[in-house]
């Protein structure tokens, strides 16, 4: 529960650039004392709603056991005073149905449980949907055969659905077949998705008892194999530029320059410029002198020098730092609403 409350003082920093984390997110406060202190950053941003994400990944054991977790969350939901969103996996409802107490007390006006999608119209409207966004030569038309091995594959967790998906379109470009058919989705589903066949098995065969052993379906690193699969279309689709010729100095250059990772744009004119200064020379004291000129060393800024505070008092009465000087530290406010720097309010709020 602490390392929930550091995160959320964490989360405050990056967004409004605060320090609470370095002032309120000390782990040695305790879990009471952390509570309070989020109640009081929340109410003091008027914080409109706190969505806790990945709840399913709260450690039990380190919680201090389940009932302290329900507690927790029963008193974060009546004192931090605004609406909280707990999102998760199904694992994380084992955490809250333990108790009617906990239930009734931490999913306030209801909770929402989205589940696999089953194979009925709303499957069918979502995958015609889907079927749209086919970037393949020979498109193939969404029909029954390919939308039910779409579900028996993926039993309609929308995760896997958008990943074989996508992995299939990158399959047939790789191998050049352009079309998605019922044998293709079966191959990338086989080679892809082992990890998870154990437990798409356990939802295909509908037994409670096997579904029950999977409390939350672990997703293989499909993100990764997307990644790598698309270099490899892209080294496919983009064909090595034809080597200029060798009589042409100029086109070597300008070749050689780009395989330095300098933009066309600038490696061509540069190539034309260095020959027209230097024609006798050397292709590799041209490589020479056109990297020496991209590491010209870039002006130096000039240095601000900072003033010591002992000398705020030398500084301009325009200066802040003057006015802060010039007298007692509490009467520092006087002063600035003396100079009129310091906006009233009053009549603004009078007239509202």
């Not at 405050?12 to 109640?39: E, N, P, Q």
């Not at 995958?127 to 193939?140: I, S, T």
Request: aromatic residues 6%.
């Amino acid at each position: 529960m602490d390392e929930l409350c550091l995160s959320f003082f964490n989360e405050v920093d990056k967004i409004l650039g605060t320090h609470y984390s370095r002032s309120h997110g000390r782990k040695k406060l305790g879990t009471k004392r952390l509570m309070a202190s989020m109640c009081q950053v929340a109410n003091l941003h008027a914080l409109g709603v706190l969505i806790i994400d990945e709840v399913q990944n709260l450690n039990e054991a380190r919680s201090g056991g389940a009932e302290k977790m329900h507690n927790f969350f029963v008193s974060l939901v009546n004192t931090i005073g605004v609406p909280i969103i707990q999102v998760g996996t199904h694992r994380a409802s084992k955490f809250f149905q333990r108790t009617f107490r906990a239930a009734r007390r931490i999913s306030g006006l209801g909770s929402i449980r989205w589940d696999r999608l089953p194979r009925d119209e709303h499957w069918k409207r979502l995958l015609k949907r889907l079927w749209k966004y086919q970037w393949l030569r020979n498109p193939a038309p969404l029909d029954d055969d390919l939308e039910s091995t779409m579900h028996d594959l993926t039993q309609g967790v929308m995760d896997i659905v958008i990943k074989l998906f996508a992995l299939a379109q990158i399959r047939a470009m790789v191998t050049g077949v352009e079309c998605i058919k019922p044998m293709l989705l079966r191959k990338v589903f086989e080679d892809e998705f082992k990890p998870v066949h154990p437990m798409l098995a356990a939802l295909r065969s509908g037994r409670a008892e096997l579904i029950a052993k999977y409390d939350d379906l672990l997703m293989p690193e499909i993100e990764g194999r997307l990644l790598t699969l698309t270099r490899s279309l892209d080294n496919l689709s983009r064909p090595k530029p034809p080597a200029p010729p060798v009589d042409d100095k100029a086109k070597r250059l300008a070749a050689l320059l780009e395989e330095m990772e300098i933009p066309r744009d600038i490696a061509i004119p540069m190539a034309d410029e260095l020959l027209a200064e230097n024609p006798g020379i050397a292709l590799a004291a041209l490589v020479h002198k056109a990297t020496a000129y991209l590491v010209q060393e870039a002006p130096k800024k000039p240095r601000i020098s900072k003033v010591k505070r002992t000398e705020w008092g030398c500084l301009p009465e325009e200066d802040l730092r003057r006015r802060y000087a010039d007298g007692p530290d509490n009467e520092c406010y006087d002063r600035l609403k003396l100079a009129g720097l310091v906006l009233d309010l009053r009549p603004l709020l009078k007239a509202g």
